[in-house]
């Protein structure tokens, strides 16, 4: 469970800190926003609501599975700054398959906490490993981060691209390639 109230005083330290009135009509309710805030941008750190990644009973298949473009949202652990962009994730099935919803749920899932992009892709990665037991998965993540964009180097725009490969996408040069056509085709 999340400690509201020591989220609010917290925040409400940050706000004097950089030298605001806390009592300022436009602030004084901040806190209480920012801790509810929290509680839903950073759900991931609590139990799962449901089992991540059920498969679905009776149903086989063994081509390759690919979702691209999902997006999503998360926080940069380091600077408690939002980083965001787009998920592509790529399974080949050994029988087992999950309903395609279940992806991006489990991409949301592990992206509501303090996050860094690389440990998110690779958990991603593992989790569908674990899960569905498949001959192999990709994750590619793109995301730009306003730690970079908006202090620091001030590169507004720059994208991070980080993968994970495991199975036969690892083993396979022709099944990794396939997996990029694919993410990096842009239907007209």
């Known amino acids: 469970m999340f400690d509201r109230k020591k ?4 925040v409400r330290l940050i706000l ?4 605001e009135d806390v ?15 929290f509680e839903e941008i950073f759900r991931g750190l609590l139990p799962p609501d449901e089992d991540l990644l059920k498969s679905i009973e009776g149903e086989t298949h063994d081509e390759m599975v690919l979702i691209k473009d999902i997006p999503f949202y998360s926080v940069c652990e380091h600077h408690l700054l939002p980083f965001f962009g787009n998920a592509h994730i790529a399974y080949i099935p050994d029988g ?3 309903g395609l919803s279940e992806l991006p749920k489990a991409l949301d899932y592990l992206s509501k906490r303090p996050q860094v992009q690389e440990r998110l892709t690779s958990q991603l990665a593992n989790l569908l490993m674990e899960k569905l037991k498949p001959k192999g998965c990709m994750v590619v993540i793109e995301a ?3 730690c970079m964009s908006m202090r620091g180097i001030k590169k507004p725009d720059a994208k991070t691209i980080t993968s994970a490969v495991r199975g036969i996408f690892r083993k396979s040069q022709t ?3 396939e997996a990029l056509e694919l993410i990096n085709r842009r239907d007209k």
């Open 144 to 146: 730009e981060h306003l």
């Open 16 to 19: 004097e800190g950089i030298g």
């Open 175 to 177: 099944t990794r390639q």
């Open 23 to 37: 009592e300022r009509p436009g602030i004084k309710d901040t806190p209480i926003r920012i801790a509810r805030m």
């Open 96 to 98: 087992r398959i999950v």
């Open 7 to 10: 989220i609010e005083e917290g």
